[in-house]
């Protein structure tokens, strides 16, 4: 369905807000969540804030996939950027801490449809071969909100107040609103009517369980809840695959991931979740713990592996779109970011700041060159009226191998320098303000058993990679199709016949 150029401009302008939005209000909160909680008398369920968020945009996205291969994505789309701005006003609202979790559940929901139909959209109005430079422009939006979001949300907290954070969504939502409402067509429904409820019922339950159960696991009053979970998780995705083969209408059609192209690319982009987004959290603690440094200092190692993978993002996506060759950007993307990381598991202490910098800025690098670009390809690859449903998949396997893999790194630090601290130490007193206040000898001896306990995470994240650089080479060698509007394929370069994706 082509567009004009300028339609398309307004198009690409509305989807990045809102995608900026839905980004933007997951790292925002981070650095107000002590003064929310504070302000509602409830520290206890500060962590809930964040954890609601996230369950509810990751659990929804095949429901929301599903839907808009049903009712069509504009449809969708608009109804997420509504609920949003609504849970938006009320997240402010909220007199107590029960009620702000609430508004963030409606707000995590409609997120994952602003994110989910963004990419959907794209794909119904441009030519596979234009695909990959929207998708680069568009999923800038999230580096961008890491970069920012935690130093935004610190600036209007002391200056606003944080219910600042959530409001300031208002005026940029409505205005994209606006925007969305001229520029996005009417896309026709490209499923037949027909809801798996079975289907979309197990699967959310798997999840939910799942990620609760991730959650959980680290703490040991907690631990019998999360075994509970996880069997609660197995006995549901065991129910949910029974219920996708016999569905007429599947929320998660099975059959797609036959097709080499989509197979190879859901599981990169699994490698993304598990590889890096997983580690990003704990490099700060890494780095104050290893190097010395400051807590300021220490965000500069994030930020650069954030800057790699903005700059490859959307690089990788022009020159896609320009050539539309896509298969070397993942292979020569997942070697580096193999290679950078097993380079951390042999970095020694004591070396300067930029050591690590330079190599995470290589894997960031290596990262950003298939982010964006593997849902154009995926998208390419799969029929028309599977576009949501495979768009959410290779989301969803993104965001769980992020949370699963979050929780076991949080899980092996936390046991790996409790037993390496020296006897009758007490690993919970153990904080970079204690260890920078410290005599050298000691700064030294907790510098080793952190570099000790990282190495191999790097290792183990490093064999991730090296799993995707597999898949990549799995990947059909071709060229992205110009042809707008029919089922996108693959050419194969020596002119031979075209071929499916």
């Known amino acids: 369905m082509p567009l004009s150029p300028l339609r398309l401009r307004l198009l690409v302008a509305s989807l990045l807000t809102v995608s900026f939005l839905g980004a933007l209000d997951h790292t925002v909160v981070s650095t107000s969540l002590a003064t ?34 049903i009712v069509g994505p504009r449809a969708v789309f608009l109804s997420s950027l509504v609920l949003f701005l609504i849970a938006s006003l009320a997240c402010g609202f909220a007199p107590n801490m029960g009620l702000l979790i609430v508004a963030r559940v409606f707000q995590g929901m409609s997120s994952a449809g602003l994110q989910l139909m963004s990419q959907t959209i794209i794909a119904q109005v441009t030519s596979p071969r234009a695909r990959p430079k929207y998708m680069a422009i568009i999923g800038a939006a999230f580096p961008v909100a890491i970069l920012i979001g935690p130093l935004l949300g610190g600036i209007i907290a002391d200056n606003w107040g944080w219910q600042w954070v959530f409001w300031v969504n208002l005026p940029v939502g409505v205005a994209a609103l606006v925007f969305a409402l001229v520029a996005i067509p009417s896309i026709p429904r490209a499923s037949a009517p027909g809801f798996d409820v079975l289907g979309s019922v197990t699967f ?32 549901a995705f065991a129910l949910f695959f029974w219920a996708e083969v016999r569905a007429a209408n599947p929320v998660v059609p ?22 890096l987004f997983s580690i990003t959290a704990y490099l700060p603690t890494y780095v104050q713990m290893a190097y010395s440094t400051t807590a300021t200092v220490s965000g500069l190692v994030p930020i650069a ?55 995470m800025f290589a894997v960031g690098l290596g990262t950003g060159s298939f982010m964006s670009l593997i849902v154009a390809v995926v998208q390419s ?66 510098a080793q058993i952190y570099r000790d306990v990282f190495a191999p995470i790097f290792i183990g994240l490093s064999a991730a990679y090296a799993v995707g650089f597999v898949a990549a080479l799995l990947l059909p060698p071709g060229r992205l199709s110009n042809e707008t509007g029919s089922i996108p394929v693959v050419v194969e370069p020596q002119n031979e016949p075209a071929s499916r994706a």
């Open 204 to 235: 959310t339950a798997a999840l939910v369980a799942l990620v609760l159960g991730v959650s959980w696991v680290a703490d040991p009053e907690l631990l019998t809840s999360a075994l509970s979970a996880f069997g609660i998780a197995l006995a």
């Open 381 to 446: 690859a799969a029929p028309k009226n599977a576009t949501g449903a495979v768009t959410a998949s290779v989301n969803i396997v993104r965001q769980v191998g992020s949370t699963v893999t979050t929780a076991i790194i949080g899980g092996v630090i936390g046991a790996g320098v409790a037993a390496m601290l020296p006897i009758g130490f007490d690993a919970a007193s153990l904080t970079p303000q204690l260890v920078h206040g410290s005599d050298a000898a000691f700064q030294a001896t907790v």
């Open 305 to 359: 592996t954030v800057m790699g993978m903005l700059v490859s993002n959307l690089l990788t996506g022009f020159l896609a779109s320009r050539s539309g060759r896509y298969r070397v950007y993942p292979i020569v993307g997942t070697a580096l970011g193999a290679v950078g990381l097993l380079i951390m598991s042999m970095l020694p202490v004591g070396l300067p700041l930029w050591a690590p910098m330079v190599v």
């Open 254 to 275: 099975l059959h797609i991931f036959k097709n080499r192209t989509v197979a190879a690319g859901t599981a990169l982009s699994a490698i993304i979740g598990v590889g």
């Open 36 to 69: 929310i909680a504070g302000d509602l008398g409830a520290l206890e369920q500060m962590g809930w804030v964040v954890v609601s968020y996230t369950l509810a945009s990751t659990v929804l996205l095949p429901v929301l996939g599903k839907l808009g291969d």
